[in-house]
């Protein structure tokens, strides 16, 4: 009976390829894989292929991929061989994929074998050294104020807006899909480029990218950034891997000022976007902020403009900033009022006298409602609810 077939892959872990006997319809010829005189591994031609199946070897049916029982050396791979055994017993000798020539006849360091899998990124991942601040909170909270004022200490180097860094969650989340929807042609003991660089070499590679762009743009460590959007509190976790020894900063405001604000500075969008963007802001923080262990803290943007000095204090206090700072960061409280939007500054409003329509209240209440319940907020000039074992029968 006439055999055809090739080795196509071999390394140390495996052997791959395909086998028939065109001679027996239907027959699945049975795979031998021998180190010198030692039986290393053995299986069945029955893979399916389906560049086997256009090419008219049977259904298709005939490819192989044989684990070794045993761990090869790299330098033993040249002395593999591979049988093929039909039904009644007849055994050929597989040879090499663009090899027509015996071993002998060919030296094995002519042979181009596949490399390796790539392992370990040849950058820093993590940066153990670097102290950043990150401040994080929906629009017209407060992040300018802090983060301005942080900026005038003279502590962290960065820039009034960030916008780069939560980039990295999409290239993460791109790289996963990728290798979910071509898992199969990732598997190692798939003949393929994919499968020699693996999903993490691509994941850490992206991350390298980042700590090596901040560590060349501060190299001393000291920086802060500010994104006022969910998608970089989305992105906390991962910064907080990225480097350690990061600080969050949440900057807070009731939603009705948010909103009111908004609606003066940017007044082309519509205003049930403005409630969705400040909800989707505070709800994306209640999921996020227990993962962040000790590193968070929050900062009522009220706060900041009733108490001053007291709320400077309290953030140098967990940045382990000294009186100098701490004094700087006071007075760019007190004296600084970047991008305001109203003369009552610091002033809590009610959701009745902000002049909205009936459509606009009702819209602010569904959408932001469950939000303004989760952090006690109100809707009337207290700013916060009243808790509720404050309210006795008397008082009503």
């Known amino acids: 009976m006439n055999i055809i077939g090739f080795i196509e892959q071999i390394d140390e872990q495996s052997v791959r390829g395909w086998a028939y006997c065109p001679d027996v319809t239907g027959v699945h010829l049975q795979i031998r894989v021998s180190l010198e005189d030692l039986m290393i591994g053995s299986g069945v031609a029955d893979e399916m292929r389906d560049d086997l199946q256009r090419l008219g070897f049977g259904d298709g049916d005939h490819g192989f991929a044989i684990p070794f029982d045993i761990n090869v050396k790299l330098e033993d791979l040249s002395v593999i061989d591979v049988f093929a055994t039909t039904p009644d017993g007849q055994v050929q000798r597989l040879k ?6 015996t071993r002998q006849e060919e030296p094995a360091a002519q042979v181009r074998r596949p490399p390796p899998p790539l392992s370990s990124f040849p950058l820093p991942i993590v940066d153990t050294k670097a102290e950043p601040v990150f401040i994080l909170g929906a629009a017209r909270s407060g992040t300018s104020a802090m983060a301005q004022g942080l900026l005038k200490c003279g502590i962290y180097g960065g820039f009034e807006e960030g916008h780069f860094l939560w980039m990295i969650r999409r290239f993460l989340l791109t790289i996963h899909a990728f290798y979910e929807d071509n898992g199969e042609d990732a598997l190692p003991v798939r003949f393929t480029l994919l499968s020699r660089v693996p999903a993490q070499h691509m994941v ?92 968070p803290m929050e900062i009522e943007q009220l706060a900041v403009a009733l108490e001053p000095e007291r709320t400077a204090q309290e953030v140098a206090a967990f940045l382990g900033l000294d009186q100098v700072a701490s004094r700087h960061l006071a007075k760019a409280f007190a004296s600084d009022r970047p991008e305001v939007t109203t003369k009552h500054f610091g002033t809590a409003m009610q959701i009745d006298r902000l002049g909205w329509t009936d459509q606009q209240i009702y819209t602010f209440r569904k959408e932001c409602g469950p939000m303004m319940a989760a952090y006690g907020y109100s809707y009337t000039d207290s700013y916060f609810a009243r808790p509720v074992r404050s309210i006795t029968t008397a008082k009503l």
Not at 96 to 101: A, I
Not at 225 to 241: L, Y
Not at 246 to 272: C, D, H, Q, W
């Open 96 to 101: 090499r994929v663009n090899s027509e020539t």
């Open 204 to 295: 850490d590679a992206v991350r390298a990218a980042f700590v090596s762009s901040m560590g060349q743009l501060f190299p001393d460590g000291k920086w802060l950034d500010k994104t006022p959007r969910p998608e970089m509190i989305e992105a906390a976790p991962v910064m907080q891997e990225l480097w350690p020894n990061a600080r969050f900063i949440f900057m807070r405001r009731r939603g009705l000022e948010n909103v009111y604000s908004r609606l003066t500075k940017f007044p082309t969008i519509s205003f049930k976007e403005h409630c969705q963007d400040w909800a989707r802001n505070m709800e994306v923080w209640l999921r996020v902020r227990d993962l962040l262990g000790g590193a």
